[in-house]
């Protein structure tokens, strides 16, 4: 159930990124936040989001990058 919610929002944050002419880090970053986001919006699960886009989309775990998916995961959970 959560396929086309992660790949409809990791795509979105796909071409913003390539429009914006950001960084492979970076774009990846913004992939991970859209799918928390759109993970948190469908099932109204912050801490879901968050850890999905950890678990799945992100190679490593810091805590600058916590920052931006915690952001992005509440704000879609409201």
Do not use: D
Not at 2 to 13: F, H, L, M, W
Not at 21 to 44: H, K, Q, V
């Amino acid at each position: 159930m959560e396929a086309p919610i992660v790949t409809s929002g990791s795509g979105i944050g796909s071409v913003v990124g390539h429009f914006l002419g950001l960084s492979y880090r970076e774009t990846t970053m913004l992939l991970a936040c859209s799918a928390a986001a759109g993970i948190s919006a469908a099932f109204y699960s912050p801490i879901a989001g968050i850890v999905f886009a950890i678990e799945i989309l992100l190679p490593e775990f810091t805590i600058p990058a916590f920052i931006p998916l915690l952001l992005a995961s509440a704000t879609a959970g409201q």
